[in-house]
């Protein structure tokens, strides 16, 4: 349930006249993130062991999500 909530909240917070361009710029990072999170996580866990690599990945997701939580602002209507 977490990418219906993102697209959601993506949508929420764009104006509806860049909404399209928005989702599209969510969707792209998105997919980038897969493909360089597999890379990252199997480089990691080659390099140092699987517990680094997931220490790794829940460090990235926590700094992300403060990110977003800083600098995301819903637009109010």
């Not at 349930?1 to 993506?10: E, N, R, T």
């Not at 998105?30 to 597999?38: H, P």
């Not at 790794?56 to 939580?69: R, Y």
């Amino acid at each position: 349930m977490v990418y219906p909530s993102l697209i959601a909240a993506v949508s929420d917070g764009s104006h509806p006249t860049w909404r399209a361009r928005s989702l599209s710029v969510y969707r792209f990072w998105r997919d980038l993130g897969y493909a360089i999170g597999a890379l990252s996580a199997g480089l990691i866990a080659d390099f140092f062991g699987f517990a680094w690599a997931i220490a790794s990945i829940a460090a990235l997701t926590f700094v992300s999500g403060t990110v977003v939580a800083v600098m995301m602002h819903e637009h109010r209507r």
